[in-house]
């Protein structure tokens, strides 16, 4: 995720998930002692989640699937973390 994707508050974002993503870096992660947590976005009252936001609809994963859309401001969710 871009961090200057969380300044502008007024952009138009795509909320992603691929499953090949989302295992390259828990691996990664795994290897730097890290654990990787997808975020969370609210679709119609549910949790879904999503590896990637971005202001494009598509990345470079193949099986990669627009979860969520919509402006950043009106979004509820919880970001892509690492501990």
Do not use: H, W
Not at 5 to 34: C, G, H, P, W
Not at 49 to 63: A, C, G, L
């Amino acid at each position: 995720m871009s961090p200057n994707i969380l300044k502008d508050r007024n952009i138009y974002v795509y909320f992603l998930y691929s499953e090949q993503q989302f295992k390259e870096r828990t691996a990664i992660e795994k290897k730097m002692s890290r654990i990787f947590t997808p975020g969370t976005v609210i679709v119609n009252g549910r949790k879904k989640p999503f590896t990637e936001m971005s202001k494009k609809s598509s990345n470079r994963y193949p099986d990669c699937k627009v979860i969520a859309e919509g402006y950043i401001s009106k979004m509820k969710y919880t970001p892509v973390s690492r501990k």
